[in-house]
């Protein structure tokens, strides 16, 4: 760990040197975007200034990066669909007419910048608690003009109080941060931060917020929680809710159990497109990854004409 530490931050400091970072950028994507270059590099391989983001369609967004944010560099390196194809495809699909959209765990802004890029009447908001990310965040809804997005800088629970967070360190912008105290080994975890938390029930009470019928929550095991406290929207408005779930995990049982009082379809997205699956195999998955839940009441199938040929059932 110490190990690959010290290769990033000297990775940074090199790329931070203008000609060298222009160089790499010229040079090296070719190779990353005909993937000769693997994905996890690409991460740690810093792609400096502002990244532009090119959509499917011919829409676009741009990524502030000091060469510190992975998933920027990520992006920008392997191009849209380098990255998580499955989730992004659904993701911008589901986005097109949304109303009011949810970001739980914003981080620094991927999820947020792609909605607002393809639907600029979206109403959508975005919680993000830890200060570094969220500076990030902030910055580069800046950077896009986009008005249609409002930053919380708050975490997501089924309580209303101050909660700890667990954050890993690293020479990079870390996206990841918990609630939950074992979920990275514990020589990762070096910081324990207060923040504030909200139930996403009040909080669209209180703001008086309605139709929302698009969330994705990626806040590392703590989504059960996060459930719990939205069990009123969930029932009025019945949203797509997209949502990850580690492998074998007391979080993806706790989701299912969860779902099982609600008329909703599962699929899991994989980077070939979306598998509907039955919820009883979620966790004997060895698979990591994102799920969609579809309330049946919705024709997915229609819904994603424009990002899929196909929606395979297993």
Same mark, same amino acid.
């Given at each position: !760990?110490?190990?690959?530490? @010290? ?20 040079? +090296? ?5 005909? @993937? ?11 792609? +400096? ?14 990524? *502030? ?24 495809? !659904? ?6 007419? =949304? ?17 607002? =890029? ?12 830890? &200060? ?34 667990? *954050?890993? $360190? ?8 918990? !609630? ?31 139709? *929302? ?62 598998? @509907? ?14 799920? +969609?839940?579809?309330?049946?009441? &919705? ?6 004409? $424009? ?8």
């Amino acid at each position: !760990m110490k190990q690959r530490n @010290r290769i990033e931050t000297v990775l940074v400091f090199i790329a931070k040197i203008k000609p060298i970072g222009w160089l790499l950028k010229l040079l +090296l994507l070719p190779f990353t975007r005909s @993937r000769l270059i693997p994905l996890g590099f690409c991460f740690y391989l810093p792609a +400096l200034g502002d990244c532009a983001i090119a959509l499917p369609e011919g829409d676009n967004f741009i990524m *502030v990066n000091e060469g510190r944010d992975g998933v920027a560099n990520a992006l920008y390196w392997r191009g849209i669909n380098g990255v998580s194809p499955g989730f992004i495809n !659904m993701w911008l699909a589901a986005s097109k007419d =949304a109303n009011v959209i949810l970001d739980i765990g914003g981080g620094t802004g991927t999820v947020s910048l792609m909605s607002s =890029a393809i639907n600029k009447s979206a109403k959508i908001y975005t919680f993000e608690p830890v &200060k570094d990310k969220y500076e990030y965040l902030l910055r580069n809804v800046k950077a896009n003009n986009f008005t249609n997005i409002t930053l919380i800088k708050k975490a997501v629970s089924n309580k209303q109080e101050p909660i700890t967070l667990f *954050v890993p $360190h690293y020479p990079y912008v870390f996206t990841s941060a918990s !609630m939950m105290q074992n979920f990275r080994p514990k020589e990762d975890v070096n910081k324990e931060i207060q923040v504030d938390c909200i139930c996403i029930d009040n909080f669209l009470n209180e703001q008086k917020i309605e139709n *929302v019928d698009l969330i994705t929550l990626n806040i590392e095991g703590a989504e059960p929680y996060a459930l719990d406290g939205m069990q009123k929207t969930i029932e009025i408005n019945s949203p797509i809710i997209m949502l990850e779930i580690l492998p074998n995990s007391e979080a993806g049982a706790m989701i299912v159990e969860f779902f099982s009082k609600y008329d909703y379809v599962w699929y899991w997205l994989s980077n070939s497109g979306p598998i @509907r699956t039955d919820s009883q195999v979620i966790n004997q998955s060895l698979e990591e990854g994102m799920y +969609l839940l579809s309330p049946t009441s &919705k024709n997915v199938e229609s819904m994603y004409t $424009h990002s899929l040929s196909s929606v395979k059932n297993v």
